[in-house]
């Protein structure tokens, strides 16, 4: 499984309810005439993300996809026909975006109960194998996952671990933890 996720926060002039509003009637509407290879959508509202030209709270949207395969019926899809309109008037509202593509690398993929998240990267020196098995004990609990950044592509540190509940990385591990608001699963 693979995941589009994108950041944005609204121009200071706009309505934080009807920018959500308008960002919940684009995510119905994409629901509602899926394109070929995307599962579903998630958005949360989250605080001081270090990666973004924005001090304050910002939106974070997760499109989830079978593979790669769906990313340009994706990108196609969410800004023409049907959801034309719901996207650009989103569009218009916005004061910044950037986005990246990660995969699911361990865990389950259920972010609609996710309320935390920990970016983190793999400790110098550790091995992949080695840093996949140290956080197994986590991604093995219902309700964690863990995703990888593809290719460089994100303004983020490597990884993301998912959880329902706050967590402790292993020791010589850092990361930083965000509360994550949950706003509209598809």
């Known amino acids: 499984m693979l995941a589009y996720v994108f950041w944005h926060w609204p121009q200071a002039s706009v309505d934080t309810k009807t920018y959500v509003a308008h960002l919940e009637s684009f995510h119905r509407t994409l629901a509602a005439n899926k394109p070929e290879g995307f599962q579903r959508s998630v958005v949360f509202q989250i605080e001081d993300a270090d990666w973004l030209q924005t001090r304050g709270g910002a939106y974070e949207e997760w499109y989830l996809l079978d593979d790669s395969a769906a990313m340009d019926p994706l990108n196609d899809a969410a800004v023409s026909g049907v959801c034309e309109e719901p996207h650009n008037r989103v569009a218009r509202e916005a004061?910044?975006?950037?986005?990246?593509?990660?995969?699911?690398?361990?865990?389950?993929?259920?972010?609609?109960?996710?309320?935390?998240?920990?970016?983190?990267?793999?400790?110098?020196?550790?091995?992949?194998?080695?840093?996949?098995?140290?956080?197994?004990?986590?991604?093995?609990?219902?309700?964690?996952?863990?995703?990888?950044?593809?290719?460089?592509?994100?303004?983020?540190?490597?990884?993301?671990?998912?959880?329902?509940?706050?967590?402790?990385?292993?020791?010589?591990?850092?990361?930083?933890?965000?509360?994550?608001?949950?706003?509209?699963?598809t």
């Open 95 to 185: 004061d910044g975006g950037t986005g990246g593509l990660y995969r699911l690398r361990a865990g389950a993929g259920v972010l609609s109960d996710a309320r935390f998240a920990v970016w983190l990267s793999k400790p110098a020196g550790v091995t992949y194998r080695d840093f996949y098995e140290a956080l197994s004990p986590l991604t093995s609990q219902p309700g964690v996952a863990l995703w990888g950044r593809q290719m460089t592509l994100g303004p983020t540190t490597e990884f993301c671990l998912h959880s329902q509940n706050p967590v402790q990385l292993p020791a010589g591990f850092g990361g930083r933890q965000f509360p994550l608001g949950p706003l509209i699963s």
